[in-house]
């Protein structure tokens, strides 16, 4: 198969090397089909595969190394699935579909799928690993030293070659200063004229010995971590790599009763795979415990617990109000401004169109708390400024009015943005032809601009929408979600169901994931189907207009 | 066909260039730590103290032969390094506040320090018993914090050896337009617990009762006791309906700006606010905060600032020698002192800096009488509902009503 190398306009025609065929039939069936190879367009197609392939192998490293077989499989054959579309003359459609669907899948599908099924765990803190996890960290936090037990200074030494060698303990008794060595057998003293001590008590030579240096000693640190020297009281364990001391873990793991035993006090902790924690008979839990599957009891939580069922209606309500206010009130206040720029009597636009953008152009975070500070009873410039005393964030009707004109001051350009553009495709001679028929300007933008402008506008509206209903640091960063009730600390006048639902979540006892998960989900669906419904009528006007 | 092949072939070399570039950042480390005989400690901390400990980790480094990465963890350092310790790609060491044991501990995420009973001794008391958890030594102490009374001595010469005192003089220098406020001491729209303690353990009002090992018990929950109602029954006479010393348009952001444009005489502060002080030429004196007349003492909360060392890092035993043996010498100590003013937990290092440093010892006096923080996880459930109590007792709740129904969130999300 030939290829051409010639572009439209292209300097380096090859005449004479059009397209022959070279056996394979669909060369010549399907040649006036291709577009001719640009050597731009090759250039850019070697580049982004030879990316991909390079991300695929970047990543397959740590994927092989973690064992994770299923990952490097979809990995590899999403990466061949990439090459045989690029490289092959067929499939056009796809060449276009595939790299949005696959960054779908990897930012929106992936990312609620994973949500899904967190919401059916009790991930969080606390529940973060497994149980043989949390079986580790509860033996090794109840690692205490002997009472009445010295500690002492330590070498770490090996007899065979200091990078693989078994690793043995030379300790010395700071009261006696005789020398021991300790391995998985436990203490043997040393002969004294065998060993050098310096001055602190550390061993810096021992017969037969080959003292490890730190730089040695510290790339063996799991060796040294696990090294255990039983004595009569516990165990001689390293505390660093200079000092041993004698500690027993006071916890212990039983597989037979699926308990945690504390053989000081003899109390047991029973393991109950239901919540993921070990629990002692009077209902007493152990603080490290592991993930589980909690099934449906994070919605039931959502839906029967009066602390998070109480607020929520009314809380949902308001959220709406928000969303809606937002949404609306920045159109209606763009639209306008759009429409009074677009007025071909207006003088000096493009000084307003700039003026007009800049709430846009400046960083929503730090707009929000600058706002946040000027709503201040006491030192904010909106009461010193026009001589009042109101405490803007301490009533609830006048919090809610200032976060909606915080809303406004920062979405209007955007809308503002939008307008004039789709005020620009509407063509001037409709409205004109309204002007001779003898309808008034006001019949004229309520009969035609208005509805072209929605058709155009909608999706945007809609996309405003679902943005407000979750906007999260518009609350989080100005009121907080308060004033609260004195009686209710948890759910404010302005609270979003997303601001009211990160309270719930990560303000109690820790993070509690699972629970986060359940009522995003809730607030998924909320948000979806109002979208959907609004698309729905949308297509119908379109319909109607086009 | 010719231009086909050089495109595939052209593909794979700059796959292989890209891959190898991806390897480039990890190997020459890789390759490095051989050369350093094997070690290799990776330390996170906050920005401030990463740039005070890298010369320290180095010299540590280079005395031993090993490898001492500081990395700067500039936000969310706790959950960063809970979420990334239990993927296994987390440091050996992290700095941050004693409070943070509870849920590092609740997460499997860090492991005891053994230290020798002579190391422990060097260590301010209260400082040691802030990283004990469970009565084990969760993390080596490097600086204590806590509040005190920072007045402007301009406006206000005296000490007040009261709340009312200073009430008083704070309204007769508003009378007399010298100030604009009584009393700088930060609320906010939805309160905060941490500066309006000391008034309330003045009032009464305790968080958490003691078991018997000294330790806070969750179960004995004071929030919603009739000593906190007794407690804020007392802050409320200051808030905006009484005195009006207490305004939640007093805030973080604004409290200490206010005080250093000598609008209001009193600050209730920390450490972190003398920079600004000193920078604003306010002359100015440290106190105890004061209690309510009759009252009990005023405690603020006792703050540390420490290391730990990771349950899931790659090199432990290095690091229980960095933060048993290293972090636990004067030299460091004085080092992170003169990143950031606040005051030592090793007495010996407290010791060399208080002669050149005035406020230390003023500090320290103020917060001898303090409470620990507590470290226990249950103490996450009490920082929202009870400051938004305290904001809404300050605005003119009624306090038996609003602290009844702090208490029942708190004692609710407590497991």
């Given at each position: 198969?030939?290829?051409?190398?010639?572009?439209?306009?292209?300097?380096?025609?090859?005449?004479?090397?059009?397209?022959?065929?070279?056996?394979?039939?669909?060369?010549?069936?399907?040649a006036r089909n291709h577009a001719p190879i640009t050597a731009t367009g090759l250039l850019v197609k070697v580049i982004l595969l030879g990316l991909t392939a390079g991300i695929a192998i970047w990543a397959a490293f740590p994927l092989v190394e973690a064992e994770r077989w299923i990952g490097l499989a979809v990995l590899a054959a999403t990466t061949a699935g990439l090459f045989y579309?690029?490289?092959?003359?067929?499939?056009?459609?796809?060449?276009?579909?595939?790299?949005?669907?696959?960054?779908?899948?990897?930012?929106?599908?992936?990312?609620?799928?994973?949500?899904?099924?967190?919401?059916?765990?009790?991930?969080?803190?606390?529940?973060?690993?497994?149980?043989?996890?949390?079986?580790?960290?509860?033996?090794?936090?109840?690692?205490?030293?002997?009472?009445?037990?010295?500690?002492?200074?330590?070498?770490?030494?090996?007899?065979?070659?200091?990078?693989?060698?078994?690793?043995?303990?030379?300790?010395?008794?700071?009261?006696?200063?005789?020398?021991?060595?300790?391995?998985?057998?436990?203490?043997?003293?040393?002969?004294?004229?065998?060993?050098?001590?310096?001055?602190?008590?550390?061993?810096?030579?021992?017969?037969?010995?080959?003292?490890?240096?730190?730089?040695?000693?510290?790339?063996?640190?799991?060796?040294?971590?696990?090294?255990?020297?039983?004595?009569?009281?516990?165990?001689?364990?390293?505390?660093?790599?200079?000092?041993?001391?004698?500690?027993?873990?006071?916890?212990?793991?039983?597989?037979?009763?699926?308990?945690?035993?504390?053989?000081?006090?003899?109390?047991?902790?029973?393991?109950?795979?239901?919540?993921?924690?070990?629990?002692?008979?009077?209902?007493?839990?152990?603080?490290?415990?592991?993930k589980v599957d909690v099934g449906l009891r994070n919605f039931a939580r959502v839906l029967t617990d009066p602390a998070i069922s109480g607020p929520f209606f009314g809380t949902l309500v308001w959220n709406f109000a928000f969303a809606i206010g937002s949404t609306g009130g920045t159109f209606l206040l763009g639209m306008f401004i759009a429409l009074a720029l677009h007025s071909p009597?207006?003088?000096?636009?493009?000084?307003?169109?700039?003026?007009?953008?800049?709430?846009?152009?400046?960083?929503?975070?730090?707009?929000?708390?600058?706002?946040?500070?000027?709503?201040?009873?006491?030192?904010?410039?909106?009461?010193?400024?026009?001589?009042?005393?109101?405490?803007?964030?301490?009533?609830?009707?006048?919090?809610?009015?200032?976060?909606?004109?915080?809303?406004?001051?920062?979405?209007?350009?955007?809308?503002?943005?939008?307008?004039?553009?789709?005020?620009?495709?509407?063509?001037?001679?409709?409205?004109?032809?309204?002007?001779?028929?003898?309808?008034?300007?006001?019949?004229?933008?309520?009969?035609?601009?208005?509805?072209?402008?929605?058709?155009?506008?909608?999706?945007?509206?809609?996309?405003?929408?679902?943005?407000?209903?979750?906007?999260?640091?518009?609350?989080?960063?100005?009121?907080?979600?308060?004033?609260?009730?004195?009686?209710?600390?948890?759910?404010?006048?302005?609270?979003?169901?997303?601001?009211?639902?990160?309270?719930?979540?990560?303000?109690?006892?820790?993070?509690?994931?699972?629970?986060?998960?359940?009522?995003?989900?809730?607030?998924?669906?909320?948000?979806?189907?109002?979208?959907?419904?609004?698309?729905?009528?949308?297509?119908?006007?379109?319909?109607?207009?086009? | 066909?010719?231009?086909?092949?050089?495109?595939?072939?052209?593909?794979?070399?700059?796959?292989?260039?890209?891959?190898?570039?991806?390897?480039?950042?990890?190997?020459?480390?890789?390759?490095?730590?051989?050369?350093?005989?094997?070690?290799?400690?990776?330390?996170?901390?906050?920005?401030?103290?990463?740039?005070?400990?890298?010369?320290?980790?180095?010299?540590?480094?280079?005395?031993?032969?090993?490898?001492?990465?500081?990395?700067?963890?500039?936000?969310?350092?706790?959950?960063?390094?809970?979420?990334?310790s239990q993927q296994g790609s987390g440091p050996d060491v992290v700095v941050g506040a004693h409070d943070w044991i509870g849920n590092l501990v609740q997460n499997g995420a860090i492991d005891p320090v053994q230290l020798a009973a002579e190391q422990k001794s060097a260590f301010n008391e209260t400082a040691i018993k802030a990283v004990t958890f469970n009565g084990q030594l969760y993390?080596?102490?490097?600086?204590?914090?806590?509040?005190?009374?920072?007045?402007?001595?301009?406006?206000?010469?005296?000490?007040?050896?009261?709340?009312?005192?200073?009430?008083?003089?704070?309204?007769?220098?508003?009378?007399?337009?010298?100030?604009?406020?009584?009393?700088?001491?930060?609320?906010?729209?939805?309160?905060?617990?941490?500066?309006?303690?000391?008034?309330?353990?003045?009032?009464?009002?305790?968080?958490?009762?003691?078991?018997?090992?000294?330790?806070?018990?969750?179960?004995?929950?004071?929030?919603?006791?009739?000593?906190?109602?007794?407690?804020?029954?007392?802050?409320?006479?200051?808030?905006?309906?009484?005195?009006?010393?207490?305004?939640?348009?007093?805030?973080?952001?604004?409290?200490?700006?206010?005080?250093?444009?000598?609008?209001?005489?009193?600050?209730?502060?920390?450490?972190?606010?003398?920079?600004?002080?000193?920078?604003?030429?306010?002359?100015?004196?440290?106190?105890?905060?004061?209690?309510?007349?009759?009252?009990?003492?005023?405690?603020?909360?006792?703050?540390?600032?420490?290391?730990?060392?990771?349950?899931?890092?790659?090199?432990?035993?290095?690091?229980?020698?960095?933060?048993?043996?290293?972090?636990?010498?004067?030299?460091?100590?004085?080092?992170?002192?003169?990143?950031?003013?606040?005051?030592?937990?090793?007495?010996?290092?407290?010791?060399?800096?208080?002669?050149?440093?005035?406020?230390?010892?003023?500090?320290?006096?103020?917060?001898?009488?303090?409470?620990?923080?507590?470290?226990?996880?249950?103490?996450?459930?009490?920082?929202?509902?009870?400051?938004?109590?305290?904001?809404?007792?300050?605005?003119?709740?009624?306090?038996?009503?609003?602290?009844?129904?702090?208490?029942?969130?708190?004692?609710?999300?407590?497991?």
């Amino acid at each position: 198969m030939s290829t051409s190398l010639s572009g439209p306009g292209s300097a380096k025609q090859a005449p004479g090397r059009e397209p022959v065929g070279s056996g394979l039939p669909r060369t010549s069936r399907t040649a006036r089909n291709h577009a001719p190879i640009t050597a731009t367009g090759l250039l850019v197609k070697v580049i982004l595969l030879g990316l991909t392939a390079g991300i695929a192998i970047w990543a397959a490293f740590p994927l092989v190394e973690a064992e994770r077989w299923i990952g490097l499989a979809v990995l590899a054959a999403t990466t061949a699935g990439l090459f045989y579309l690029y490289l092959t003359r067929r499939h056009i459609p796809a060449k276009y579909l595939v790299p949005g669907t696959l960054f779908l899948i990897a930012f929106q599908v992936v990312p609620v799928l994973y949500t899904a099924s967190t919401a059916f765990t009790n991930f969080g803190d606390g529940h973060r690993g497994s149980k043989d996890e949390a079986i580790v960290a509860i033996q090794t936090a109840s690692v205490k030293q002997v009472p009445g037990s010295t500690q002492y200074p330590l070498s770490v030494a090996t007899q065979g070659d200091p990078a693989t060698g078994p690793l043995v303990f030379l300790v010395t008794d700071p009261q006696t200063g005789a020398v021991s060595v300790g391995d998985a057998q436990g203490l043997r003293q040393l002969d004294p004229g065998d060993v050098t001590v310096a001055p602190g008590g550390k061993v810096t030579a021992a017969d037969g010995y080959t003292i490890l240096n730190f730089g040695q000693a510290s790339s063996r640190s799991k060796d040294i971590t696990e090294l255990v020297v039983p004595t009569s009281g516990g165990a001689l364990r390293s505390s660093g790599l200079s000092r041993a001391y004698e500690g027993k873990a006071v916890r212990g793991y039983d597989a037979g009763c699926d308990c945690v035993r504390d053989s000081e006090t003899g109390r047991t902790w029973t393991a109950d795979e239901e919540t993921g924690a070990f629990v002692a008979a009077d209902g007493e839990r152990l603080a490290q415990g592991w993930k589980v599957d909690v099934g449906l009891r994070n919605f039931a939580r959502v839906l029967t617990d009066p602390a998070i069922s109480g607020p929520f209606f009314g809380t949902l309500v308001w959220n709406f109000a928000f969303a809606i206010g937002s949404t609306g009130g920045t159109f209606l206040l763009g639209m306008f401004i759009a429409l009074a720029l677009h007025s071909p009597r207006m003088r000096g636009t493009n000084l307003y169109r700039i003026l007009l953008i800049l709430p846009y152009a400046m960083p929503s975070f730090a707009m929000l708390l600058v706002w946040r500070d000027m709503f201040n009873t006491d030192f904010g410039l909106i009461n010193n400024l026009f001589g009042l005393g109101v405490d803007w964030f301490g009533h609830d009707w006048s919090a809610r009015l200032a976060v909606i004109l915080v809303q406004l001051w920062l979405g209007y350009p955007y809308m503002f943005l939008v307008a004039t553009g789709a005020l620009q495709a509407i063509p001037r001679e409709l409205t004109e032809a309204t002007l001779v028929d003898g309808a008034s300007p006001w019949q004229s933008f309520r009969t035609v601009t208005l509805p072209l402008l929605l058709v155009a506008l909608s999706p945007l509206l809609i996309a405003s929408f679902a943005y407000n209903f979750n906007n999260f640091n518009a609350i989080h960063l100005t009121t907080e979600g308060g004033p609260f009730p004195a009686d209710n600390p948890t759910a404010g006048a302005t609270d979003l169901l997303i601001t009211y639902t990160y309270r719930l979540a990560f303000g109690a006892q820790g993070a509690q994931f699972g629970l986060a998960a359940a009522v995003s989900l809730f607030i998924f669906t909320i948000v979806a189907v109002v979208s959907a419904v609004s698309f729905r009528r949308t297509r119908k006007q379109e319909e109607v207009y086009s | 066909m010719r231009i086909r092949t050089a495109g595939v072939v052209a593909a794979f070399a700059l796959a292989l260039a890209a891959s190898g570039c991806g390897g480039g950042s990890d190997e020459p480390a890789a390759k490095e730590s051989p050369n350093a005989a094997g070690g290799k400690l990776v330390i996170w901390a906050d920005d401030k103290r990463t740039a005070a400990l890298k010369p320290f980790a180095e010299k540590f480094g280079q005395d031993n032969g090993v490898t001492v990465e500081v990395q700067a963890v500039s936000k969310d350092l706790q959950t960063n390094f809970v979420t990334a310790s239990q993927q296994g790609s987390g440091p050996d060491v992290v700095v941050g506040a004693h409070d943070w044991i509870g849920n590092l501990v609740q997460n499997g995420a860090i492991d005891p320090v053994q230290l020798a009973a002579e190391q422990k001794s060097a260590f301010n008391e209260t400082a040691i018993k802030a990283v004990t958890f469970n009565g084990q030594l969760y993390g080596v102490p490097y600086a204590m914090e806590n509040l005190a009374l920072i007045r402007n001595t301009e406006l206000a010469p005296e000490a007040p050896k009261t709340i009312e005192d200073l009430v008083a003089a704070g309204k007769k220098l508003k009378a007399e337009k010298k100030a604009s406020e009584i009393l700088c001491l930060q609320s906010g729209q939805n309160g905060d617990a941490y500066h309006i303690y000391p008034l309330y353990t003045s009032g009464g009002g305790y968080l958490f009762g003691t078991t018997a090992n000294g330790d806070y018990d969750p179960k004995d929950l004071g929030v919603g006791k009739p000593e906190s109602i007794e407690a804020f029954k007392k802050i409320a006479a200051l808030g905006e309906k009484g005195e009006g010393a207490l305004k939640r348009s007093i805030t973080a952001e604004n409290s200490i700006a206010t005080f250093t444009g000598k609008k209001c005489a009193y600050l209730v502060s920390g450490p972190w606010a003398i920079a600004d002080a000193k920078k604003a030429n306010i002359s100015y004196d440290i106190s105890p905060v004061p209690g309510f007349a009759g009252g009990k003492e005023a405690q603020p909360f006792v703050g540390v600032q420490a290391f730990y060392v990771a349950a899931k890092g790659k090199n432990k035993a290095l690091a229980q020698e960095f933060v048993a043996n290293y972090v636990t010498t004067p030299e460091l100590a004085v080092a992170l002192y003169n990143a950031e003013p606040r005051p030592p937990a090793l007495t010996a290092a407290l010791d060399q800096v208080k002669g050149s440093d005035p406020d230390l010892a003023k500090f320290q006096e103020a917060g001898k009488n303090g409470q620990v923080l507590p470290a226990i996880p249950a103490m996450a459930t009490i920082w929202d509902p009870f400051g938004k109590a305290q904001a809404a007792i300050i605005g003119g709740a009624d306090p038996a009503k609003t602290i009844t129904a702090a208490g029942k969130t708190i004692s609710g999300q407590i497991k």
